[in-house]
């Protein structure tokens, strides 16, 4: 049981540059989410994810896309990275619903650099 | 979105009590309080969880008065090892629009 894993552990951009940040939980989780984590700032949500197909917005989603086909992944994807999204990234699940009644489960973690 | 407010830092020495309060005057009605650490390069990890009064386990204690604005984990006699980030995370009902925001979080260092 690995719980939630995130693949890779660090990465470096160019400006304009694409990639996809992934996250995986064999947990049978409901619900996913994303969070970016800079000095000072605490943890922002990004976007989450209910179920499979469904995806919504969080505080910060603007230069980010997200799907949700399977109930295992939650891929993050930036389109054309610019500095700004430098940043750890941290996917997380819950058992059920969004809601602080659940405890959320985080992965190691993804290093971003955009140069 | 939630607005919790939290020390930006705080120091301590090992075999000490050190306790960390946390505001958060938009707390929904049907909503638990939950804090959780962070170690560095790591991600964060749940400790303790309540809705109002006292909840203890063999990590620590949260502490809630009767209005919910607020709340204080406890940790007792820590040492080195509780050297890290703790965050208190609340849902957000002021706007209807409920989303799951952390804390800035509190940076507590441990020293010999």
């Known amino acids: 049981n690995a719980g939630v894993t995130q693949t890779p552990k660090f990465q470096v951009l160019k400006t304009g540059q694409s990639m996809t940040l992934q996250c995986a939980q064999d947990m049978n989780h409901e619900y996913m989410s994303w969070y970016r984590q800079d000095p000072g700032m605490g943890l922002r949500l990004i976007h989450y994810s209910v179920g499979a197909g469904i995806t919504d917005q969080g505080e910060v989603p603007n230069g980010y896309n997200v799907s949700r086909s399977t109930t295992e992944d939650f891929p993050l994807r930036l389109l054309s990275a610019a500095p700004s999204q430098t940043s750890v990234y941290f996917c997380?699940?819950?058992?059920?619903?969004?809601?602080?009644?659940?405890?959320?489960?985080f992965g190691p973690g993804t290093r971003l650099t955009v140069l | 979105l939630a607005k919790t407010t939290q020390p930006i830092s705080m120091d301590s020495y090992e075999g000490q009590e050190v306790n960390i309060t946390c505001s958060h005057n938009n707390i929904a009605t049907n909503d638990y309080i939950t804090w959780y650490q962070q170690f560095p390069s790591q991600g964060p990890r749940f400790i303790i969880q309540?809705?109002?009064t006292k909840v203890t386990n063999e990590v620590a204690s949260l502490f809630i008065p009767a209005d919910r604005k607020s709340s204080t984990l406890s940790l007792p006699r820590v040492s080195l090892s509780d050297t890290a980030v703790y965050y208190c995370l609340v849902g957000d009902s002021l706007h209807n629009d409920y989303k799951l925001s952390f804390g800035a979080g509190t940076t507590v260092t441990v020293r010999a």
């Open positions: 997380a699940t819950n058992p059920a619903g969004a809601t602080t009644t659940d405890t959320q489960y």
């Open positions: 309540g809705y109002k």
